[in-house]
Nanobody, 119 residues
Framework: QVQLVESGGGLVQAGGSLRLSCAAS????????MGWYRQAPGKQRELVAS???????KHADSVKGRFTISRANAKNSVYLQMNSLKPEDTAVYYC?????????????WGQGTQVTVSS
C-alpha cells in the first residue's frame, strides 16, 4: 500500500509564506516525477509545479517567482515553498506521484491540505 502524506497547510495573511511537504511511504520500485496540484472552490484542479527525479522543475505561470518545488529522493519526499502568497492562492493543495509497482505505474494522490490566504 502506497500513501502520500501531506503537511504544512494553514491560514496565512497575504504576503506571507508556507511550506508544504509530502512524503511517500510503502513498498514500490521507484517514483519519477512528483508534483503539486491545487483546486479552488468551483474550479478545476490545476498543476502548480512538478519535479523529476533528476531535479528538473516546471512551475505554473501564476506562481513563477513565488513558489519553488523541491524534493529529497532519499526520503521520497517533495516540498513546495510558497512565498508572497495571494488570496487567489487559496485552495486545497494535493501532492501527486506516479509510482512504479512491479512493471505497472499507478497514479497516487495525497489527501489534500488546505491553504487559505487572507487579504
Amino acid at each position: 500500500q502506497v500513501q502520500l502524506v501531506e503537511s504544512g497547510g494553514g491560514l496565512v495573511q497575504a504576503g506571507g509564506s508556507l511550506r508544504l511537504s509530502c512524503a511517500a511511504s510503502g513498498t514500490f520500485v521507484s517514483i519519477n516525477a512528483m508534483g503539486w496540484y491545487r483546486q479552488a472552490p468551483g474550479k478545476q484542479r490545476e498543476l502548480v509545479a512538478s519535479i523529476t527525479s533528476d531535479g528538473s522543475t516546471k512551475h505554473a505561470d501564476s506562481v513563477k517567482g513565488r513558489f519553488t518545488i523541491s524534493r529529497a529522493n532519499a526520503k521520497n519526499s517533495v516540498y513546495l515553498q510558497m512565498n508572497s502568497l495571494k488570496p487567489e492562492d487559496t485552495a486545497v493543495y494535493y501532492c501527486y506521484a506516479p509510482v512504479l509497482l512491479g512493471v505497472v505505474t499507478y497514479d497516487y494522490w495525497g489527501q489534500g491540505t488546505q491553504v487559505t490566504v487572507s487579504s
